[in-house]
């Protein structure tokens, strides 16, 4: 099945994220570009957003998102992906354990002119603060 140029978009985007290459990431976004992230009081714009990613990037200096599912219609193209890295950095305040760290997302995103405008993530971050060990794991 042929891709269509927003999930395309996309690919490229995770790419960006992956070869650590912040200026194809910005590039992948729209000037106006908004992301909905649980946790966050508010929206973030694109220098919040580089502000949050950082964080991925410092305390995982070896993270990879693997794309499991993507689902495009129109201008949205959903993701189901899994975060694996090493926690070499501080992430959230937490020092580094050296821990292997495996975290699955979905998201969904809203393209215009082939650019990611707004976008949508849903995290398993209690399971990524346990692995961590921010907070401890059920027994």
């Known amino acids: 099945m042929e ?9 490229r985007w995770f790419q960006a994220f992956n070869d650590g290459d912040l200026e194809a990431e910005a590039a992948a976004r729209g000037d106006d570009f908004v992301a909905h992230v649980p946790g966050m009081p508010m929206p973030l714009d694109g220098d919040e957003w580089r502000q949050f990613i950082m964080m991925f990037y410092v305390g995982f200096p070896d993270m990879q998102l693997v794309v499991e599912d993507v689902v495009s219609q129109g201008d949205r193209v959903a993701v189901r992906w899994t975060f694996h890295g090493t926690h070499h950095g501080e992430f959230f305040g937490n020092p580094p354990t050296g821990m292997p760290v495996t975290m699955s997302a979905i998201e969904i995103n809203r393209l215009v002119d082939g650019k990611i405008a707004e976008h949508w993530v849903a995290l398993d971050q209690l399971s990524m603060l346990q692995q961590v060990g921010a907070i401890p794991a059920p027994h």
């Not at 891709?3 to 690919?11: F, G």
């Open 3 to 11: 891709r269509d140029e927003n999930e395309v978009a996309v690919r």
